[in-house]
């Protein structure tokens, strides 16, 4: 925990993935909020290489308390004890680029360190719980979270959804990100809505007054994969396969450094997964059809009762 | 110190690159059954989003496609460094630098590069069924320097952006480049001289297989067999659209399909690469 009072008075408070986060540079993405806070995320100057690796990327380096990401261009993360993060600017301000990367892979590692689970995908609230969206990148996590926030159901997390030790999801903060193909495919208002970088037409799209600001229990991770041939279909994992399925949908994974931080990692899994039911659900690689496939799994899964 | 352990296995589509990946799994596997052409792996495709994202901890959507090129021979030459076996990765990439000193394929970890080219004339047949499309787009995207797969940037493909160019430019760029060792291979030996053709590859990677090894091995990849296995179970590389992945695999099958015209484009366009590749004779006869 840092000491309130010594920090510099013009610091930003924010709550997200129910952390109180104290930042130097302003995040729009968060909720505003106070009080003492768990994490701190500052600017200046983060070492080049970390001691006693145990895990390491092209880009990134784990030890048991802290890691280490270089984005070319843009910035160099530091985090540490689950509890700081250090941005080192590769360019002359933390704007929408550098919040990009912090709040996808450096928050991933800040989840890891603090002992959560965060599944690459989105949480969506059914009833009164959450389902997760997991699968491969491209797969269509966010369209489908997306299509059932139009459709009124409100949401926790998009991307990255955190479950703590008490097994509930934890909401991150009320932003989705999504493609200029699904923006059109929808029927969006975009005239308003901002590119995540310019090279790229993937763009925020806040959603407020659809976030879930609390805590929910997770009820279905539903895991999405295609295939290339018509209609929907699925299988409820279960022993082996379920464990491993989750594991695998671990938001970086490859993060998790040490073997310590690996048991704390299947324990959290072990204590979830009698809980929960997890499914492989399998779409048609194209057309994409969200309605159709929002259909199925509302129907399938009972998902509006 | 790098090791030298990836096999690049690189065509234009629809040249012969699965079946030998098929016949790859069946020689390695050396199971008694052939092997099943859903079990190859996914990860061996060298454009795999998943791959790249986990070796390098970004997200590949949220970075440019020369973003992505740049740090690609990275991610391979840590899958190099992590494996102690010999990784064979299939391509469909053209071969080229990424910046001034680095191929996008890194020559320190590679051991060899077999490269599979097929008259473009039964390329065009071919790759027009696989997409769905008619033969005229098809003698167009053979012949379209800016042809890539997954370069859409307003939506996520499953696979990273390939680069491939034009028919000739593709064959030309692996087989004339110098920073890696090439084995070219043509699909209609593979057809007509099968063992001494699938033998000489294997020679060249250095696999030390007996004859019987790999004569068992083909007769477990036999043509058959695959498009047995497709109408059974479906095979996940073929596309949406496509009826089947395993069509005909016949030499001249495009006989049956191109007018003059369309053969006459065909040949004017990549004359040069057919005459080298022994698909014409200096009069512009068709020796296949």
Known sequence: MYDYLQMTSNYFTYKAFGLIIRCEFEIPEFIIDNGNPDVLIELGAVPINLNKITKKGVKFQATHNEFLLTVDDVARFYVKDGSKIVVELLKNKPDKEVRL?????????????????????????????????????????????????????????????????????????????????????????????????????????????????????????????????????????????????????????????????????????????????????VRPQSPVDLEGFAYFLTNTFKLNE | MSKKNVIWLTSYPKSGNTWFRVFLTNLLNESETPANINDLAETSISSSRKVFDDYTGLSSSDLSFEEIDKLRPEVYRMQSDESNELLFKKVHDKFYFVSDNEALFPPEITLACIYFIRNPLDVAVSFAYHNAKSIPKMIETLNNPDYAFCDNNDRLPNQLRQLLGTWSEHVKSWTEQSVIPVHTVRYEDMKTDTLQTFKKAIDFIGLEKTELQIKQAIEKSDFAILSQQEKECGFKEKMIKSKSFFRKGEIGDWRNYLDEKMKNEIIKNHNTIMKQFGYLDDFNRLLI
């Open chain 1, 101 to 281: 990367f912090l709040l996808g892979s450096a928050f991933g590692a800040l989840f890891l360190q603090r002992g959560l689970l965060p599944i690459h995908g989105s949480a969506v609230k059914f009833g009164n719980s959450a389902s997760i969206f997991t699968g491969l990148s491209g797969v269509g996590k966010s369209s489908i979270a997306t299509y059932f926030v139009i459709k009124g159901h409100s949401f926790l997390n998009d991307d990255i959804s955190v479950i703590d030790n008490t097994l509930m999801v934890i909401p991150g903060f009320p932003n989705l990100k999504i493609w200029k193909d699904i923006i059109e495919k929808l029927k969006i208002q975009n005239h308003k809505l901002e590119e995540i970088r310019t090279t790229i037409k993937k763009y925020h799209f806040p959603v407020k007054e659809c976030f879930h600001k609390n805590p929910l229990p997770l009820k279905n991770i539903f895991i999405i994969g295609t295939k290339n041939s018509p209609g929907y279909e699925f299988e409820e994992l279960k022993g082996l396969a379920k464990f491993n399925a989750v594991k695998n949908n671990t938001y970086r994974y490859r993060f998790v450094g040490g073997l310590e931080k690996m048991q704390e990692h299947f324990q959290i899994l072990n204590s979830l997964l009698p809980n929960i039911s997890v499914y492989k659900i």
